[in-house]
């Protein structure tokens, strides 16, 4: 059975910075594709990040430059550095994983870590 759970949130003042994590278990599919999604109450899931299996990344042009998705080279722990944290980034931060390649359906959810940025 799959299962992904986060780790890493907490609450940090503005410009700080916070990694989260996301450890894989019961999942084969080297090639898959990996992300990291929040979402604040009353508004939909927005995706941040993502990573193919070949390592290939695309940001949300609203963490461009400050967060960086990344793996370990088993691909058991999916990571995100968030740094240079603003007000507006505070969410619960979910991982997802796909069954292939990037474009396919999130089959995979973690059950969320609460990121919190104070001004």
């Known amino acids: 059975q799959v299962q992904l759970v986060e780790s890493g949130g907490g609450s940090v003042q503005s410009g700080g910075s916070l990694r989260l994590s996301c450890s894989v278990s019961?999942?084969?599919?080297?090639?898959?594709?990996m992300g990291w999604f929040r979402q604040t109450p009353g508004k939909e899931r927005e995706g941040v990040a993502r990573?193919?299996?070949?390592?290939?990344?695309w940001y949300a042009d609203s963490v461009k430059g400050r967060f960086t998705i990344s793996q370990d080279n088993f691909k058991i722990t999916l990571y995100l550095q968030m740094n240079s944290l603003k007000p507006e980034d505070t969410a619960m931060y979910y991982c997802a994983a796909q069954r292939g390649p990037c474009g396919g359906k999130w089959s995979y959810w973690g059950q969320g870590t609460q990121v919190t940025v104070s001004s």
């Open positions: 019961g999942y084969t599919y080297r090639t898959h594709c």
């Open positions: 990573i193919s299996g070949v390592g290939t990344t």
